[in-house]
């Protein structure tokens, strides 16, 4: 199958040693997270400033209903999550018929 990773370790590969420290995953992947660092916007002049929704859209073909119903529960999850508001749209087939 080939020379991969695979499932099963190989026999000729030593197992790292575990790190003593277990850094998060921002400092491995060298992303600053705004969460961590507790970084917020101040008001200026008793303003407070507009916190833009993030929109999620779920578009999707369904031709019995089976993925529209997947869609339906997939927005109802999206929308309990403060500050995100999802959508769902119905598009046709993409396929042109032969």
């Known amino acids: 199958m080939g020379k ?3 499932c099963v370790p190989s026999k000729r590969r030593s197992r790292p040693a575990p790190a003593s420290v277990d850094p ?3 400092e491995r992947d060298g992303i ?3 969460i961590q ?3 917020t916007t101040p ?3 008793g303003v407070v400033p507009e916190v833009k929704k993030l ?3 779920i578009v999707f073909y369904s031709m019995y209903g089976h993925v529209e119903y997947l869609a339906r529960r997939m927005k109802k ?3 309990s999550i403060d500050g995100v508001e999802g959508g ?3 598009r046709g087939a993409s396929s042109p018929t032969l």
């Open 4 to 6: 991969g990773g695979g």
């Open 24 to 26: 998060t995953n921002s």
């Open 32 to 34: 600053n997270n705004p």
């Open 37 to 39: 660092n507790n970084t």
């Open 43 to 45: 008001i200026q002049d």
């Open 55 to 57: 929109r999620i859209f």
């Open 77 to 79: 999850g999206i929308d």
């Open 88 to 90: 769902v749209e119905v």
